[in-house]
């Protein structure tokens, strides 16, 4: 039984309401206490599941999912235990103090979650009953695509027994002219034909929903190799750069070095520079030095020795980003992903939806160079509520020493460009059921697509974006109200994107 909060207006600390959690487990919640014994207790360190050879003990990770997943559910008890006291009583200081306790409670909540989960499905996915194989991508910041930048270089890893490990590393020239045989229905053919995501590797991806690009990269690699895989993760440069700070420098064949001070700089900007022509011989030079770079960090992160809760935070923060995103070939696994952010899925949901997605249109890399502030404004309590979206986006690009490679248009238009000058498509993925008054761009009406994709109505505007200049784009909506926290998409790019949301508060 969960006692009454002190009344003197103490607040819990983190360790208490841990300590409490732990209690409640070792108790199984009804009071027949069961022994925790010291091998359990070493079984959740991290520090020993690394084998000497650097291999991961899964056998560790699978004797200790027991105790997580009762663990998870005691704190879950008690989080929807403290959920449903009174939120406003007498006395001021109880309700402070409940309010402090459910955010203590609900984080260890979470984080004993993502625990379950990570130990119920990590052994097998780590080869422990057979050998598993994944489709690693590598996705460039400074080109966007929905989920987050263009996909290049890529790496087949193979998992077994605990043992994980590069096959090869492969260019993205491997996947030219090879398709993939996925359908995912009419909505998504209205949103994309004609823009080859099932055709061209570097499309795979223009849908925000890390499901779609992940299958789309599954079929092609085995139209293109024969071979099934059992999952697809995608890591970005930023990715690599928090791990990199973890586990030190990794070095290039070259004698230079990759860390997590320079991974971002040096893949996505004085790569450019260090090769920056557009002839087929720079071009090469181009990816394989990029492969280089992609293949030395992966070792280097593989092999790490240092202290594993860093790494595993460095990690989580990551995926709490969607700079690493993992999908499952197995629908069981799945499942269990698509209720983490390391799924990347553009959720089915009721809930305000506030989501910005950016495509680059020119084939450059200038989204190095760009920032993007969006702020989300509802007012009235009626059934539906008005909602007005500004989207701002600026491009920095310099106006001297970027490359053509860099600043380079492939696409059709008929105004004049100068070099520099950047073309977007800007998607908003809003709240299921919103209706889109108007839209303004730059000041002046404009037009928008519309879509729909997991039922999220989406508008899309065409954008040419000057270097040196701000664009901006209201949209005017009307939307369903609800009680739900609004929910927002954060497309992963080199900078990061701020939002501003401002709700009218109704009974």
């Not at 993939?180 to 994309?192: N, R």
């Not at 099934?228 to 070095?257: E, F, H, N, R, W």
């Not at 790569?271 to 492969?291: D, E, H, T, V, W």
């Amino acid at each position: 039984m969960l006692r009454a909060p002190p009344t003197n207006g103490a607040r819990l600390s983190p360790t208490q309401v841990t300590t409490r959690s732990a209690t409640a487990w070792r108790t199984g919640g009804s009071g027949s206490r069961r022994q925790v014994g010291s091998k359990d207790v070493g079984g959740l360190n991290p520090r020993t599941l690394r084998r000497p050879d650097g291999s991961v003990d899964v056998s560790r990770i699978a004797a200790v999912a027991p105790a997580v997943a009762s663990a998870s559910a005691s704190v879950a008890q008690t989080t929807r235990t403290i959920n449903g006291l009174p939120r406003h009583t007498w006395l001021g200081s109880i309700d402070t103090t409940n309010v402090d306790a459910l955010s203590q409670i609900t984080a260890l909540d979470d984080t004993l979650k993502a625990a379950d989960l990570a130990v119920r499905i990590m052994p097998a996915r780590l080869g422990a009953d057979s050998p598993k194989r994944y489709f690693l991508a590598f996705q460039n910041e400074a080109e966007a695509r929905g989920t987050g930048g263009l996909p290049g270089a890529f790496a087949i890893v193979e998992a077994n027994h605990g043992t994980v490990r590069f096959t090869r590393m492969y260019s993205d020239a491997t996947m030219s002219g090879v398709a993939a045989t996925v359908d995912f229905g009419p909505d998504y053919h209205d949103l994309y034909d004609g823009a080859g995501t099932t055709t061209l590797y570097g499309n795979g991806n223009l849908s925000p929903n890390f499901p779609y690009a992940a299958q789309i990269w599954a079929s092609m690699w085995k139209t293109q190799s024969g071979q099934a895989v059992d999952g697809v993760i995608a890591v970005d440069p930023t990715a690599l750069s928090y791990l990199l700070a973890v586990t030190g420098p990794a070095t290039l064949p070259d004698k230079s070095q990759i860390s997590g001070a320079n991974a971002v700089a040096l893949t996505q900007s004085t790569s450019y520079a260090k090769f920056p022509g557009m002839n087929a011989g720079a071009i090469a030079q181009r990816r394989a030095y990029q492969l280089q770079v992609a293949s030395a960090a992966s070792v280097k992160i593989l092999a790490a020795r240092g202290e594993p809760t860093t790494l595993l935070r460095a990690a989580g923060k990551a995926a709490g980003e969607r700079r690493i995103l993992v999908w499952s070939a197995h629908p069981a696994v799945q499942a269990d992903l698509a209720q983490t952010a390391v799924a990347g899925i553009i959720p089915t949901t009721t809930a305000p939806y506030v989501g910005l997605s950016l495509v680059n249109d020119g084939g450059n890399k200038l989204d190095y160079y760009l920032d993007r502030s969006l702020t989300w404004k509802r007012t009235g309590c009626g059934a539906t509520r008005h909602t007005k979206v500004t989207i701002t986006l600026t491009n920095n690009a310099p106006a001297a020493g970027l490359s053509t490679y860099v600043t380079a248009r492939a696409d059709d238009r008929t105004y004049p460009i100068k070099p520099g000058d950047n073309r977007l498509e800007v998607s908003y993925y809003a709240t299921q059921g919103a209706e889109m008054q108007a839209v303004t761009v730059a000041g002046h009406p404009g037009t928008s697509r519309i879509g729909l994709e997991n039922g999220h109505p989406v508008y899309t505007v065409d954008l040419e974006l000057p270097r040196g200049t701000s664009r901006t784009i209201v949209l005017q909506l009307s939307e369903p109200a609800s009680k739900l926290a609004p929910i927002v998409l954060r497309q992963p790019l080199v900078r990061p994107l701020n939002v501003t949301l401002k709700g009218a508060l109704c009974n």
